[in-house]
């Protein structure tokens, strides 16, 4: 069966505007008859939340965590992107959309990603008018950045915290509408299945985390914003606590799962230092716009390095192999994620990784402090020739632009990247697919909708920089909020939906028999044990590089493993409790479900497209090949009792404003 | 190298709690403190014991999730750094290593190491915010020019995760830092300016009514904070304070 996307009729650049005259509406005294649930307050769903209860709607918003604020959105370091051409150098709507279409290998639906660009100028006015503290200039003016895969500057930024600042104003946002009593914030709570009544969504089972009970909410529509799925390979740059579990129950209720193999491995992470290692951590992608990534040219060198006979900084410049500068000169360092992780593995894979494991190549801020140094010497009228006057000045801007990436570094690895390139590598950041959404972001469950990473909507098969936290507020302040409108406008009647029906009994009973199973298994293996055989098997068989053998073995050592897991799982403590192991359980087994999910999806898919490398298509040079003839479409899939019987639908991919070429960063 | 562990264990906030000692060994250098405890729990897991419950989520000292009281420091003994930052190597072989959640009236232990911290949120509710509707019928972002000076004293009042190790480390368990943060960011703000009266005395209003103490200056929240926030935020907040009152 094909997928209906329901775009509007029309051109491109009017579809939105058009699509916005011509819903329903639901006018200010109905709005307080509507209650909307929204899992997660990260930006997509906190902004949400705020902008539903600020029209009137009656608003329950859902999280993991202790507060709102602590959302995993908060991480986001780098920027946001918004067609602003503030800095007059050729921005424009149609250029973002461009870039993004582009960006994503051709693999995202044009309309959804124009409309996200349509509104992002508007999220930066937003975000200022709330306090969003961007960095500046000296004249009083917002300050941009380049990120990677494109060639303007449209990022706006706070330092390394841009997340957090965004978030802490879509916070602001929700405490204002939380102050008025028009959003009930559940702390604390974990969303464990969605209830559907008469074949709408209609409300969630919850577990409150402190005190364990079970409970059960209603609403007239639920909106999932409840992120990624990258921890389904345990390490990750994700929150520990990111999870599947809402999406994956959504899946197995009717919602259709998009693209889960499309995955984004960050190039920039520092590397892993040994078994014992929880999570990753990200260098933000803003610091390739002043950092150099290279790795020796000789083999010799390398491994001087690794016996410690010398340093990175005692390799002369023409004994040093700046690959990606080498490779894609048009781009150079700042060639899009994919592309730039690729390239790490290729050069490590090849001998030349500068760490123990062999897994690392240098990210050099010493070109960058030189010439900023000599660029502020020359201001201040002193010596551009005294190398130290010129080191510490450079120093200082890019302490100024980096300074906590800097910080965060050295806490790390202990070592100071002023005076020593960084040692990078690439890890799994975020992903592209998700529950599948049309136009309206809803999914393939009437009144279910989701936004944000969450959803698979707009970045293809590879997200350029800066552009998650865009759609995620462009998702919850000005899409869904238009959107759910014309859906709950059937709904004015309807009255309060009862908690007391058989769909409720039923979906709690679910939950609570998984729960009690997880408790009562009292197996030998502890959560983690699993979840780390999982990661090894995804970082393996599903990671930078795939094939049709390893995707074969992935799928059977992932259903082995989840056989495993309910057999021999060890969960200590009870239901009735605070009791993080369970919380873990839960979200393990359903990673071990979407698991093989994913790896049948990429098997499924032979081209190589975005995130997605498949080895045996591929160029000599070992560019991916992208199969348009064939694989222009986004694989939906539908749940069928068990994550390998899933059956494929396909929403076909139509590029009307946008020429398909071959990707070419060169 | 080994330690010897002393953890604060606590059913629920109804049990009376007690320090447990856990010996462990072979901890590595290179581990950061909370996978020093991952690993202490996967111990405890295998032996059929309820493991430590902890409070953390992103991991990188911005989520504000993480907590504990460390030999007697909010985050422990290094400087500028959450719990989930500070890594091993700042101990050493043989240390004996107190670890006790958060402790004031206002931040009730939940269990074992977690505390609750929704004060803090209503604290917000209170009046952190500007009162501009999300409708997106806002004026152009360049449209008001603001000092890079004032942008980045803002942001950097901005910066605070809402972790409350203030208020653990401060004799009076008051939270001035972390409410003068936020009343900061906005008066230095033109956006902000508006609501500031209502604002200051909103907030200051709540954070006395959740049972935080007073504050007599003894500096030591600066010392503790994770995220650097000056005691010059107090300073404004009382000015404003005071203003607020004498407009009123
Ligand atoms: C380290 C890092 C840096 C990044 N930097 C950038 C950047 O510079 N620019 C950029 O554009 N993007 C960046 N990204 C990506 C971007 O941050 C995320 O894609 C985006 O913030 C996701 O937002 P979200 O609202 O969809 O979900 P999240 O912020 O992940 O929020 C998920 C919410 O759902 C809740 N939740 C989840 N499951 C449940 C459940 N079962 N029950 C109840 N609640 C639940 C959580 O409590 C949370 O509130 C970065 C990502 C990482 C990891
Ligand atoms: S002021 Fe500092 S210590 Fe207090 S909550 Fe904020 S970040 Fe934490
Ligand atoms: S876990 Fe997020 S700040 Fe420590």
Redesign the interface.
């Known amino acids: 069966m094909s997928m209906n996307s329901k775009v509007p009729d029309g051109e491109i650049k009017d579809k939105w505007t058009k699509y916005k005259d011509t819903i329903n509406l639901v006018n200010p005294a109905n709005k307080r008859n509507i209650d909307v649930i929204v899992v997660g307050t990260g930006l997509a769903g906190g ?1 949400a939340s ?2 539903l209860a ?1 029209l009137g709607y009656n608003v329950k918003a859902f999280c993991y ?6 959302a ?1 959105s ?2 986001a370091q780098g920027g946001i992107n918004a067609a ?1 051409n ?1 800095q007059g150098d050729g921005d424009s709507t149609y250029r973002l959309f461009y870039d993004t279409v582009k960006g994503g290998d051709y693999r995202s639906r044009e309309a959804n990603v124009h409309r996200l660009a349509e ?1 992002s100028a ?1 999220i ?8 969003v ?10 300050d941009n950045r380049s990120f990677g895969g494109v060639l303007v500057s449209r990022t706006f930024y ?2 390394g ?1 841009t ?3 965004l978030l ?1 104003g879509a ?3 929700m ?2 509408q ?2 008025r009593g028009k959003i009930k ?1 559940y ?1 604390r709570h974990e969303m464990l299945d969605v209830v559907i009544v008469d074949g709408k969504a209609r409300g969630i089972i919850a577990r409150n985390l ?1 005190t364990g009970e079970i409970e059960r909410h209603s609403a007239h529509a639920v909106v999932l914003a409840s992120g990624g799925y990258g921890n389904v390979y345990f390490l990750s740059t994700n ?3 990111s999870n599947v579990t809402a999406g994956w129950k959504a899946h197995k209720k009717g919602a259709y799962f998009a693209n889960p193999c499309y995955t984004q491995i960050h190039p920039t992470c520092i590397p892993r ?2 078994d ?4 990753l ?2 260098m933000s992608e803003s610091l390739r716009n002043d950092g150099r990534i290279w790795v020796p040219k000789h083999k010799k060198d390398v491994e001087a390095i690794k016996s410690g006979e010398i340093k990175a900084v005692d390799i002369k410049e023409e004994d040093r192999d700046y690959y990606l500068e080498r490779r894609y000169p048009a781009f150079g360092n700042l060639v899009p994620r994919d592309v730039a992780s690729r390239a790490a593995k290729e050069r490590c894979d090849a001998g030349y990784g500068v760490n123990q494991t062999g897994e690392a190549v240098y990210l050099d801020f010493s070109s960058a402090i030189n010439r900023y140094g000599k660029e502020q010497a020359l201001l201040k009228g002193l010596d551009v020739n005294n190398e130290k006057t010129v080191a510490d000045l450079g120093k200082d801007i890019v302490k100024s632009k980096y300074g906590n990436l800097f ?2 570094y050295e ?2 690895v ?1 070592e100071n990247p002023y005076e020593t390139p960084m040692m990078i590598y690439p890890a799994v950041h975020y992903t592209m697919g998700g529950i599948w959404v049309d136009y309206n972001l809803m999914t393939t469950v009437p009144g279910l909708y989701a936004i944000g990473e969450a959803n698979f909507s707009d970045h293809g098969a590879n997200r350029l920089g800066a552009s998650a936290l865009m759609q995620g507020l462009a998702d919850g ?2 899409v869904l ?1 238009y959107t759910i409108g014309d859906y709950l406008s059937d709904d004015i009647r309807t009255g309060p939906i009862s908690i007391d029906s058989k769909e409720f009994d039923e979906a709690e009973k679910t939950v609570v028999d998984t729960l009690n199973k997880l408790i009562n298994n009292k197996g030998v293996n ?1 959560v ?1 044990y699993y979840h780390k055989k999982l990661g090894k098997i995804m970082w393996d068989k599903c990671g930078m590089a795939r094939t049709e053998k390893g995707l074969k073995e992935a799928m059977t050592e992932i259903k082995n493993l989840r056989e495993d897991f309910w057999k021999n799982v ?1 969960v ?2 009870e239901v009735n ?2 009791n ?2 369970l919380e873990k359980a839960g979200r393990v087994a359903d990673f071990l479900e979407l698991g093989e999910l994913f790896a049948k999806d990429a098997l499924d898919r032979n081209e190589s497209c975005g995130g997605h490398f498949r080895e045996e298509y591929s160029t000599p040079e070992g560019e991916a090949e992208r199969d348009d003839k064939n694989f222009s479409y986004v694989s939906a899939w539908e749940y069928k009792g068990e994550p390998s019987k899933a059956e494929l639908h396909k929403e076909a991919l139509n590029f009307e404003n946008i020429e398909v070429k071959v990707r070419s960063y060169k | 190298m080994n330690l010897n562990l002393k953890i604060w264990r606590q059913k629920s906030n109804s049990d009376k709690g007690k320090i447990v000692d856990y010996p462990i060994s072979n901890v590595s250098e290179h581990m950061s403190f909370l996978e020093m405890l991952d690993v202490l729990n996967e111990g405890l897991i295998s032996k059929g014991e309820e493991p430590v419950a902890f409070d953390h989520d992103c991991r990188e000292g911005i989520c504000g999730m993480c907590s504990l009281y460390i030999n007697g420091e909010a985050h422990g003994p290094d400087r500028g750094v959450t719990t989930c930052q500070l890594h091993m190597r700042k101990f050493k072989d043989g240390d004996t290593i107190y670890i006790e959640p958060f402790r004031a009236t206002a931040l009730p232990v939940i269990k074992d190491l977690i505390v609750d911290r929704s004060s803090f949120d209503r604290i917000q509710q209170a009046g952190g915010f500007v009162s501009v509707n999300t409708s997106g019928n806002t004026q152009d972002a360049n449209a008001i020019p603001i000092r890079k000076e004032n942008a980045d004293l803002a942001f950097d009042a901005a910066t605070c995760i809402g972790c409350a190790a203030c208020v653990a480390t401060c004799k009076n368990a008051s939270a001035m830092l972390y409410v003068s943060a936020k009343v900061s960011q906005f008066a230095l703000l033109p956006q902000g300016e508006v609501e500031a009266k209502e604002r200051v005395i909103n907030m200051v209003n709540k954070m006395d009514e959740e049972g935080f103490g007073n504050c007599t200056n003894t500096g030591a929240c600066e010392v503790e904070c994770p995220k650097g926030i000056s005691l010059d935020n107090i300073a404004r907040m009382n000015r404003e304070f005071l203003s607020a009152n004498i407009k009123k």
């Open positions: 902004s705020a902008t600020e965590q202790d507060s709102p604020r602590r995993h908060i991480a602003k503030y509104v508007n930066i006015d937003q975000c200022v008018a709330q306090g503290p961007f960095a500046r200039d000296y004249g009083g003016l917002l706070a330092k915290q997340g957090q600042q802490l916070y602001s946002a405490n204002r939380i102050a914030m702390n402190v929150a520990m606590g230092s040994g014992y290692q929880s999570k951590t990200l910080q965060m806490k790390i202990d302040y000005f909020p502890s983690d060890s200590p403590g409790e605070l993080t192991e």
